[in-house]
């Protein structure tokens, strides 16, 4: 069902009628500087889109989700607030409106009438990386894990280092990372997230983030700082490499725990937690390389813990290490079974048929064969080596 919104260019995002949900005396902390324009669309607008809230697609703290249809016909999420709280509502939306980039989930429309506190963002098709890891039961090769982990890693580098003003997120965990179509992981749920105008540190008598996830230092001090972030994606990626929930417990300790206890004893620790279908011999060199970037994160030393943009380049770094092993093991693989069926006659006859043979530069042939590595040569004759 596809509608047409009953939208005039007057109706633009107005932060001063927002500004006036979030009490007066705190409204200094909330000023923001947003990159994107958004529209304001009416509830009749929303209840033609989500076709009267027919589709549900979540449940939050603050709010349910619902499936709707713009009318050029691309879907999107809506998010309705609970009891129409207006603090929540302003400070989420002012938030989510300073940022624009590739990995959140982008914020597109918002309403804000009596009794109708909504905001409209793109939909997300594969759901959170929470199921995909834990329900599925589906296969994760350590590329997929290595680029989800990449791609959130520069949304908070971005967040924390790149905008105007440093957002902090507060709530990082599988459930609030989302996959498109192509599995490419989007940030979301920016409801208790804050904005770090000055000093860069938040102090806050609120409990701020999920069991699991929160940092142990925040409970001490109720200081809130870019490094609570951290610490969060410090467990995603642990999650990420064990493939098992932060609230696991096995003899009373849990997950979280019990690898970092095991990582101070060396990276040899750890390497019977990682997830069986990653741990492989080739594969364990850049798996015990993200295990320490994640010991960093959730390091109890605030200040020790790396800046997000640091941990970009190092988890960078080791995807395209895992990229040019896997590439490696593949063309030994390949060269191992035509050696295997090349006397037996096993080799279909239309192996190079025209139509899949291509014309190769001399750089694409030695990077193919690893710079003619000798350990890859499967025979010899007359004119060279094979």
């Known amino acids: 069902m596809t509608w047409r919104p009953q939208i005039h260019p007057q109706q633009e995002f107005s932060t001063n009628n927002t500004m006036e949900f979030i009490q007066e005396g705190d409204r200094s902390k909330w000023k923001a500087h947003s990159n994107h324009s958004i529209k304001c669309f009416t509830k009749g607008d929303i209840d033609r889109m989500t076709n009267s809230y027919r589709t549900s697609l979540g449940r939050g703290a603050f709010g349910e989700v619902y499936e709707g249809v713009l009318e050029d016909g691309s879907m999107v999420a809506v998010k309705r607030f609970i009891n129409n709280v207006k603090e929540n509502f302003a400070k989420e939306l002012i938030v989510h409106r300073e940022i624009n980039h590739k990995n959140v989930v982008r914020l597109i429309d918002f309403c804000e009438e009596e009794n109708a506190l909504m905001l409209v963002t793109e939909y997300v098709a594969n759901g ?3 199921d995909f890891l834990h329900h599925d039961n589906l296969p ?12 959130c890693a520069e949304a908070l580098a971005y967040m924390h280092s790149h905008m105007y003003t440093q957002v902090i997120h507060g709530d ?33 008598k ?23 972030d951290v610490y969060s994606f410090g467990v995603v990626l642990l999650e990420l490499m064990v493939r098992k929930k932060a609230t696991t417990v096995a003899d009373n300790v849990n997950i979280v725990y019990a690898f970092t206890s095991a990582l101070a004893r060396g990276s040899g620790g750890v390497r019977g937690m990682f997830d069986a279908e990653i741990a492989s011999k080739d594969n364990m ?20 813990r790396p800046e997000m943009i640091d941990v970009v380049e190092r988890l960078r770094v080791l995807r395209q290490k895992a990229s040019c092993q896997d590439q490696a093991s593949q063309r030994v693989g390949l060269f191992s079974w ?16 025209p139509d899949v043979c291509r014309q190769s530069s001399f750089a694409d042939i030695k990077a193919a064969t690893n710079n003619f590595d000798e350990s890859l040569r499967v025979g010899g004759g007359r004119f060279g080596n094979v």
């Open 285 to 304: 060199k850049v798996v015990e390389g993200v295990a320490k970037i994640a010991g960093e994160c959730l390091t109890m030393e605030r200040d020790k």
């Open 128 to 130: 959170n990386l929470s």
């Open 140 to 151: 994760i090769p350590l590329d997929v894990r290595l680029r989800i982990a990449v791609e």
């Open 338 to 353: 035509v050696r295997k069926n090349k006397t037996s006659g096993n080799i279909p006859a239309n192996i190079l048929a």
């Open 172 to 204: 990082v965990k599988p459930a609030n990372i989302l996959l498109d179509s192509n599995f490419h992981a989007k940030l979301s749920d920016f409801g208790i997230s804050r904005l770090a105008n000055m000093d860069k540190t938040l102090h806050t």
């Open 206 to 228: 609120n409990v701020i983030g999920s069991i699991g996830y929160m940092d142990p230092l925040f409970a001490l001090d109720g200081r809130l700082t870019v490094k609570y």
